[in-house]
């Protein structure tokens, strides 16, 4: 980010406008059971959402890539990153992600970031 | 840019699971709710009843994340209609913010969308949808500032509902092009309420477009709202007419100058 300059007491504001040249968006997404306590790994985290992807869409709708980049166990909170194509069906699939396995849960989308807000660590 | 509401939280006379809905909601970010109250009108039995008050549900209303206000909680009646005889208002109307219709014939959907005094018309989610929109009654419906509903409570729940859901808004906006479409939760347990922009992003695929769905869950649910204000406050209008001018100052502005000289001329 450039600094807006100030003009004779005056300031003027640059409008930056940033095209998502990488091509990805990141997700920050957190997992939450009606039962407390579940422990699941990152493995398991990433067939819950190729489930529920293929449930929405179908096998060939669900095969886009995407990547769990962060998965923490304690919190069940993860990093995903997917590309922009991506996008849409992956978190109409998260949001319309209602139980697994017989178990009543929820995805909370808690932040969408282009490449460049995303500084690692959820 | 305005504050985002979800106008169907299904009411229960379970106090704890309304208060963990409600928290739910701020958390999520949603400034206004409507408690439901789910009512089938029957020929004979006419009574409505009054619902509960929500200050009775909290001491302190839970703070809306990001916005440090507590939310706001409203109540919703909403008839379900089979036949449009039944349709009748009553005076126990006014004790609720929004009245929706849930119309189960073409009939009723047709005398919900012309002519009845309601806010929200729902469009079904666990069914296939019986009837056809047809384009009149839908713009008939814009036209008076009349809302569509979509609820996504059972689209979360089962795949089948998945399916008559999306079907149904897909149909619903090849009518009404997105305009006047509002979607709401429907939510009987706090894990099937969502974020307000995961439901924007829902919206898409039901049809809307970007801008379309994000006023679906925030600029249309408060035109919503304020429609359903006006059937208590708006009792009148009046209208102001200026009176015609006096003979000599009329005379002056019959044509303009430069068309004027033209006629001379000739």
Redesign the interface.
């Known amino acids: 980010m450039s600094d807006p300059g100030a003009v004779g007491g005056s300031v003027t504001y640059q409008r930056l406008v940033h095209k998502n040249s990488s091509g990805f968006h990141y997700m920050k997404v957190s997992l939450v059971f009606e039962k407390e306590g579940k422990r699941i790994d990152g493995a398991f985290f990433k067939q819950l959402i190729i489930s529920a992807l293929r449930n929405v869409y179908g096998e060939i709708g669900a095969a886009f890539p995407f990547d769990v980049l962060k998965f923490e166990e304690k919190s069940l909170t993860a990093v995903l990153r997917v590309y922009n194509s991506g996008l849409v069906k992956l978190w109409s699939a998260l949001t319309l992600l209602g139980s697994y396995q017989n178990e009543t849960c929820a995805v909370r989308v808690v932040q969408v970031l282009l490449p460049y807000q995303y500084t690692g660590g959820p | 840019m305005a504050a985002f509401a979800d106008l169907c939280i299904s009411g229960t006379n379970d106090k704890k699971r309304l208060q963990s809905i409600i928290e739910t909601a701020a958390h999520?970010g949603y400034s206004t709710v409507a408690i439901n109250h789910l009512v089938e009108v029957q020929p004979k039995k006419q009574e409505i009843g009054k619902p509960k008050c929500v200050s009775e549900l909290f001491d302190h209303f839970p703070i809306v994340q990001g916005r440090s206000r507590p939310i706001r909680v409203l109540n919703r009646l909403t008839l379900v209609v089979s036949d449009t005889s039944h349709f009748r208002q009553t005076a126990d109307f006014k004790f609720y913010d929004i009245i929706a219709i849930y119309p189960k014939t073409e009939k009723v959907f047709h005398a919900a969308c012309m002519s009845c005094d309601v806010d929200i018309i729902c469009i079904a989610a666990t069914e296939k949808q019986p009837f056809h929109f047809k384009r009149p009654p839908v713009f008939g419906a814009i036209e008076r500032g009349v809302f569509f509903e979509i609820s996504y409570a059972a689209?979360?729940?089962d795949?089948t509902m998945?399916r008559y859901t999306i079907s149904n808004a897909i149909s619903l906006m090849e009518t009404c092009k997105g305009k006047n479409v509002i979607v709401s939760s429907g939510a009987e347990?706090p894990?099937?309420?969502?974020?307000p922009?995961?439901?924007a992003?829902?919206g898409?695929?039901f049809g809307l477009s970007e801008g379309d769905a994000k006023a679906a869950v925030s600029a249309n649910c408060r035109a919503a709202l304020l429609h359903g204000e006006t059937r208590k406050t708006a009792l009148g209008i009046i209208r102001t007419v200026k009176k015609s001018q006096p003979a000599d100052e009329r005379e002056d502005k019959e044509a303009p100058p430069s068309k004027k000289a033209k006629l001379d001329a000739m």
Do not use: C, Q, T, V
């Open positions: 999520l689209a979360i729940k795949s998945r347990k894990l099937e309420l969502r974020g922009y995961d439901i992003n829902l898409l695929l």
